[in-house]
């Protein structure tokens, strides 16, 4: 297997970045439409990881369109992608609630 993989690297690696654009495309897909039908966070939180879905979803079809440019910035854009959501997964935690089963067994 590893002999195929090194004997077409550029195939290979095309695969591989139409692969990752596809991953990033449903996470992105599930992410907008997770936000939508979630009414039970605050509005910004909510926008702001619809945003992040839509940007994910824009970062796909970029790299699906082109994955001649894909390959040259595929590091930026998933960089990109990854701080959107380490900072979405930050907001959760700054104004995320306490999950009902801890909050039993610690006796809250």
């Known amino acids: 297997m590893s002999i195929i993989v090194l004997s077409f690297l550029v195939g290979t690696t095309a695969f591989l970045i139409i692969l990752l654009a596809i991953a990033l495309l449903i996470d992105g897909i599930a992410r907008v439409i997770h936000d939508i039908e ?19 979803i824009v970062l796909a079809l970029m790299i699906i369109a082109s994955p001649v440019i894909g390959a040259a910035l595929v590091g930026i854009l998933l960089g990109i992608a990854l701080l959107i959501i380490g900072i979405e997964l930050i907001a ?17």
């Open 38 to 56: 979630n009414k039970t966070s605050r509005s910004w939180s909510r926008m702001f990881r619809i945003a992040s879905g839509v940007i994910a």
């Open 92 to 108: 959760r935690g700054v104004s995320g609630r306490k999950i009902s089963s801890l909050a039993r067994s610690k006796g809250e």
